[in-house]
């Protein structure tokens, strides 16, 4: 055996270079593991990173890749932020023993938990929501009356001239955070189905930004904790099934469909609680719905103000054009005025 400082290693030395060697292959599949699981990972990775048989950290290219990781989660999230959707297509809920049904259901569950009062989906607000879109300014909203409008003679096709009736069974909730009553099976849901994707296809055709990712799924919302955000300091987190679960397969009774509501989500609330409705279109019977007569006056009312406001606009617009300096008729009123004041100079 060498002595130790004439070149040679010992047992002990030898053992330490071992355990380096295996603590550098082992940092190396993790960071390579790491990598992978990054949004800018590539095929080559060893190569774009500069990972080498020996291992070695790049401090500069770690903060560059760190950057770039987290430029990439500001755009996603700049993309979903820049997407909210601020108008939605509804389909009322005017059946008064479906919404009796209701009350009674929200004043069982606040005897049993009074806090959860402000949670609770307010009178005249009920609703299924068939599509939800993102309208900017007035032009946009009126685009999308448009395209509601348009959207009339599909439903007709999908129904056929039937009547579209929706029956409500049970309760469920979504992730314990928001409850609703359930759409019971049945041909009504693939027809709701259709026609929910047909508006989708014929609002965005019209360039609208409008559909979720999530699969459509129709409910009847009667509460959301996310109302009372409140809730959570006291330790409500959850819906507690326990609280209704003496209607999970209560009937509600049916609505028959009479129209679909182009609806604001910000707008002030009509008086009588339901949201505000920038237009409409009546399906099938005109008896439980709004006249096409109506419809008609209002959509042109409001073409008549926009129009108005429009030629207002313009007129400023021009009249402040026409006051600017270098503005041609501004020039040639100045030009006639110096050449008369010329003119009285030598008769004088």
Do not use: W
């Not at 004043?107 to 299924?128: E, P, V, Y």
């Not at 999308?144 to 007709?156: D, M, N, Q, R, T």
């Not at 604001?264 to 609680?273: A, D, F, I, R, V």
Request: glycine fraction near 6%; aromatic fraction near 6%.
């Amino acid at each position: 055996m060498e002595r130790p400082g004439a070149g040679g290693i010992n047992s002990s030395e030898y053992e330490n270079v071992s355990r380096e060697k295996e603590t550098s292959e082992e940092f190396e599949a993790n960071a390579m593991d790491f990598l992978i699981d990054m949004p800018f990972a590539t095929i080559d990775i060893k190569d774009d990173y500069g990972i080498t048989d020996v291992p070695h950290i790049n401090l500069e290219r770690s903060k560059e890749n760190e950057r770039i990781s987290k430029d990439q989660i500001k755009k996603r999230k700049k993309k979903q932020k820049d997407y909210q959707p601020n108008y939605f297509l509804s389909i009322p809920i005017t059946n008064k023993e479906i919404i009796r049904g209701i009350k009674i259901l929200q004043n069982a569950i606040i005897q049993q938990d009074k806090r959860l009062a402000k949670a609770m989906t307010s009178d005249g607000s009920f609703h299924i929501t068939l599509l939800v879109m993102q309208l900017l300014n007035e032009d946009e909203v009126n685009i999308g009356i448009g395209a509601l409008l348009e959207l009339k003679p599909f439903v007709e096709e999908i129904l056929q001239g039937k009547q579209l009736i929706l029956p409500f069974q049970g309760i469920d909730t979504f992730g314990n955070q928001v409850g609703f009553v359930k759409l019971a099976e049945g041909d009504h849901v693939n027809s709701l189905l259709e026609i929910a994707e047909a508006a989708k296809r014929t609002f965005q055709e019209k360039g609208i930004l409008a559909g979720e990712n999530r699969s459509f799924k129709p409910h009847l919302t009667f509460m959301k904790l996310s109302r009372a955000p409140q809730l959570r300091k006291k330790g409500v987190k959850k819906i507690d099934p326990e609280v209704y679960e003496k209607f999970i397969s209560h009937r509600f009774g049916e609505e028959m469909v009479h129209r679909i509501d182009l609806c604001s989500m910000l707008k002030k609330k009509q008086s009588n609680g339901y949201y505000h409705c920038e237009s409409s279109i009546v399906i099938g019977d005109k008896n439980g719905g709004e006249p096409d007569d109506a419809e008609l006056v209002r959509l042109s009312k409001r073409l008549v103000e926009n129009a108005v406001l429009k030629a207002v606009q313009q007129y400023l617009e021009e009249t402040q054009n026409k006051s600017k300096p270098g503005d041609g008729s501004s020039v040639k009123t100045r030009e006639a005025d110096r050449n008369g004041t010329d003119s009285d100079n030598n008769r004088k």
